[in-house]
Each structure stands twice: as structure tokens, then as C-alpha cells.
């Protein structure tokens, strides 16, 4: 029995290059990474008439008039990080500074052709269909880009700031508010290496207390939601002896592209950390 079937061919590759070099006896560092991937298939699947029996003299045709879908697509994603990180000791200040830049870009495409009614059920081809056709497409893009910094500084390995920000990037808002700032900084002290703690070391050999102010961005988006669509769909009415597809109504607005921008998350924190009875 030979009903139809079903064939993928996929042809991808995925490639990550990286370079590293260093300056100042190792003070400086810089780094680039490169990654990118890339795939194309191809599927098929077609459903025939086939014959089988119930019984011996029972014979019947199955599989209904028959038909073809076609779908190829492919894949594109390109990401590329660069960055330095320095460091530096003078007597008893320690720097740690670090600032780069990142970009990604995606796209993804397929497109679907579906038609039923085989001419011939041994010739399962598009072309030699007569019933109703149908086209899918489906389409995603998104990119983004984002500069970013650290800065460390520690004195006597008693006192420690952090200092972080980002500036990030994103395809999937408006161009007026594709851009956010998103700032964190942290302080800590390490009260157990101050001479006047030397006389608690014994029950508490390690004491710190911390503080931390930070923002995040969330883009967890559609591609494309800040964009008005124009809703379709078939005519209720015959246009040139068929049914076509046909504007239904004006578009909706569902999302004020003006106000439409990154997610901000904020954290404030303050902690200590302590060990008891070295």
C-alpha cells in the first residue's frame, strides 16, 4: 500500500571563531568572538489514492482525491561580541575595567504551497494538481545591539565598588524608542579586615555587608507587534467567478507605538555575609 509520503533534505552549518590578544605584560586583554549559522531545507509530503482489500472480493480506493504541500525555508543568525578587560594594581587600589560591544541578527523564512487533487496518483507533483491552492508564508527578523561597561575598584581589599551599565538596542521596538540605558552599581565592605575587628575573628572570622542598586531590560517581545497589520480574509461575495482575499476591516491598534519600549526591572539590595567560629 502507497498512500503518499513524506521527505526533508536540510543542508546547515554553524561556524564560532575567536581571537584573543594581550598587551602590557597581560594588563589588557582584548577578545572577539564570531559566530555564525546558516541552514536550508526542503520538505515534501503528498497523500494518494491507494487501493485495499477487506476481503476477497472486497477491493476498494482509499486516500480521497489526494494532494501535495511543498515548504522551503532557511536560516540566518550572525552574532559578534568584542571586548577588552584591563587591570591594574597601584599599592593598594585594584582596577578592573571592561567594556565592549555586542550584535546579533536573525532571519528566518519558510513559504508553504499546498494544492489537492492529484491528476495521478503515480506523479505526485504541485504542477499536476487541479483542486484549491494554498499559500503560508511565515517570516521572523529581529536584531539588536548593545555597548556595555564594568569598573571595579577595591582599596586596601577592604572596600569594593562595581559600577555596570548597558546601552542596548532592539529591532523590535519603534526606532523613536528602540534604545535603553540600563545602569547597576554595588558596594561591600569587609568589616573583618579592619583592625578593630581582630578581637571578634575568632567567632566571626569573616563579616561583610553589601548593597546593591541595579536595572534590567526585558525585550521578550513579537518582531513585529509595534507594527499595524491590515486584517484579511475571503470574500463574502464572488469577485471574477471566485471567492479572493480581500481587506475585512481597518487595522486594529492594540499597541501605542509612541509609549512601546524596553521592560525596566529594578533591584535595590543590601545583605551581609558572615562566618561563625574559624
Do not use: C
Not at 103 to 122: G, K, M
Not at 138 to 150: E, I, K, N
Not at 255 to 270: A, C, G, H, M, Q
Amino acid at each position: 500500500i502507497d498512500g503518499g509520503g513524506n521527505l526533508e533534505n536540510m543542508f546547515g552549518f554553524q561556524n564560532i571563531l575567536s581571537g584573543v590578544a594581550s598587551f602590557f605584560k597581560g594588563s589588557l586583554q582584548l577578545n572577539a568572538d564570531l559566530s555564525f549559522k546558516r541552514e536550508h531545507w526542503k520538505y515534501n509530503q503528498d497523500s494518494k489514492k491507494f487501493r485495499i482489500g477487506y476481503g476477497p472480493d472486497d477491493i476498494r480506493e482509499e486516500g480521497g482525491n489526494g494532494y501535495v504541500m511543498e515548504r522551503n525555508g532557511y536560516l540566518n543568525n550572525n552574532n559578534i561580541n568584542l571586548y577588552g578587560n584591563y587591570v591594574k594594581t597601584l599599592g593598594r587600589h585594584s582596577f578592573n575595567l571592561m567594556t565592549g560591544y555586542n550584535q546579533e541578527n536573525y532571519l528566518y523564512s519558510t513559504v508553504e504551497a499546498y494544492r489537492d487533487a492529484l491528476i495521478s496518483s503515480s506523479l505526485p507533483y504541485l504542477g499536476l494538481t487541479t483542486g484549491d491552492a494554498r499559500i503560508t508564508p511565515a517570516y521572523g527578523a529581529y536584531a539588536t545591539r548593545s555597548y556595555f561597561g564594568r569598573m571595579n575598584y577595591t582599596f586596601r581589599d577592604t572596600y569594593i565598588l562595581e559600577a555596570n551599565g548597558r546601552f542596548d538596542g532592539s529591532s523590535r521596538f519603534p526606532s523613536s524608542n528602540r534604545w535603553g540605558f540600563f545602569p547597576s552599581v554595588s558596594f561591600a565592605w569587609i568589616a573583618s579586615s579592619e583592625p578593630f575587628f581582630e578581637n571578634l575573628l575568632k567567632v566571626f572570622p569573616n563579616f561583610k555587608l553589601r548593597a546593591s542598586y541595579g536595572e534590567l531590560g526585558n525585550q521578550s517581545v513579537g518582531n513585529f507587534d509595534y507594527i499595524q497589520t491590515l486584517p484579511t480574509a475571503l470574500s463574502s461575495y464572488l469577485i471574477d467567478g471566485t471567492q479572493r482575499m480581500i481587506i475585512s476591516s481597518a487595522p486594529s491598534l492594540s499597541i501605542d507605538p509612541r509609549n512601546y519600549t524596553w521592560e525596566r526591572v529594578s533591584t535595590l539590595n543590601f545583605g551581609a555575609d558572615f562566618g561563625l567560629i574559624q
